[in-house]
């Protein structure tokens, strides 16, 4: 190979690298970048204040299973089962163990230990109600939107976070602490986000990499399970 061949070689090289910076460029100003309002991780005041766990279900494409997380009040999330019929989790019992939907034959009810994943009873039932509309939000709580700014509210309508953002930035679920002190939301930014319901201050990044945030439901831990 000559010094001619390998300067040629550079010089392609680098003409495909400053393609890629351009192509990349013209992406970035055609459909922006969703850019999510900056949330601090959780303080050890908050971790002693959260009332429980949560938990919820999300995709594992690499795996092509439904992972049912957990994320403590002590630590960040985990998966402690993966498994191809998992649906939603639906609520806690009063033991702490996890309750969840399954959507295999039917429908049927598991619950598994919290921190094994290992399936403790099972049973088969008719129809679960939802825990939550349409929009994935519970509790009456709103989320609105008016010239760049997002807010969180209350049914009453008390803001408990307005920030700046994207217009493309969303929240995806929201979910209530069963004492009412809390709401868990998740975020297009695949975040898993707590914040105090009284607006006292601003919320936390309680764990990352949430994924399928639009609808999968976040059950605290103590919340019941539906009636019927």
Same mark, same amino acid.
């Given at each position: ?33 969703? *850019? ?10 908050? *971790? ?13 494409? *690499? ?16 998966? +402690? ?5 998992? %649906? ?8 702490? +163990? ?5 959507? %295999? ?31 994935? +939000? ?21 803001? +408990? ?20 002190? =809390? ?7 695949? *975040? ?20 399928? =945030?639009? =609808? ?13």
């Amino acid at each position: 190979m000559t010094k001619e061949t390998i300067h040629r070689g550079e010089k392609g090289y680098l003409i495909g690298s400053a393609a890629l910076v351009v192509l990349v460029a013209v992406l970035a100003l055609a459909f922006g970048v969703v *850019r999510p309002p900056a949330v601090a991780g959780l303080t050890d005041v908050q *971790r002693a204040a959260l009332p429980g766990g949560v938990a919820w279900t999300q995709f594992d494409e *690499r795996a092509g299973c439904t992972q049912l997380m957990v994320a403590r009040p002590d630590d960040g999330s985990e998966a +402690i089962a993966c498994d191809t019929q998992l %649906d939603q989790v639906i609520g806690w019992t009063t033991d702490g +163990i996890i309750a969840v939907r399954y959507v %295999d034959e039917g429908q049927r009810i598991e619950t598994r230990d919290p921190s094994t994943g290992e399936v403790l009873s099972s049973i088969n039932v008719m129809v679960v109600p939802e825990q939550t509309d349409d929009s994935g +939000i519970e509790g009456g709580y709103v989320v609105n939107r008016s010239e760049g700014t997002l807010v969180v509210a209350q049914p009453g309508g008390t803001a +408990i976070w307005e920030t700046k953002a994207d217009a493309r930035y969303e929240i995806g679920t929201l979910a209530v602490s069963p004492d009412g002190s =809390w709401a868990a939301m998740t975020d297009s930014a695949e *975040r898993l986000l707590v914040v105090r319901t009284d607006g006292s201050e601003p919320p936390a990044v309680w764990a990352t990499g949430v994924r399928e =945030w639009a =609808w999968r439901p976040v059950v605290w831990e103590g919340t019941a399970l539906p009636s019927g």
